[in-house]
């Protein structure tokens, strides 16, 4: 399984951006699909996942800026995030794994996408 990440670049305060992953290869299976950041020095850490029966799972900084969704037709994963502060800056890594945004256990990582406010 391959997760390619895309849509990632430069937004002012407030701004909005859509981050994508593709994922191709063998099928993913019934996992969890989500979107982990980090930044130099931090841990990776969850953002926004949704299950395999459509329920999504927010972190608390996002909650009500980013929306997370799926295009099962195009084996895509989006992040629409409204409202961006400089704090959501790092790099979004797409996952997948058993258990939405744990990080240890995610079984597929993308190469991941910056994503810079200022």
């Known amino acids: 399984v391959q997760l390619v990440e895309s849509g990632g670049g430069s937004v002012q305060t407030g701004g909005s951006l859509r981050v994508s992953c593709e994922a191709s290869?063998?099928?993913?299976?019934?996992?969890?699909m989500g979107w982990f950041r980090q930044v130099p020095g931090k841990e990776r850490e969850g953002v926004a996942a949704i299950d395999t029966d459509g329920t999504t799972t927010y972190a608390d900084s996002v909650k009500g800026r980013f929306t997370i969704s799926t295009d099962k037709s195009k084996n895509t994963l989006n992040l629409q995030m409204n409202g961006l502060k400089p704090e959501d800056t790092a790099k979004y890594y797409c996952a997948a794994g058993p258990t939405c945004l744990v990080r240890q256990v995610q079984r597929f990582w993308g190469q991941g996408t910056q994503v810079t406010v200022s």
């Open positions: 290869g063998n099928t993913v299976g019934p996992m969890c």
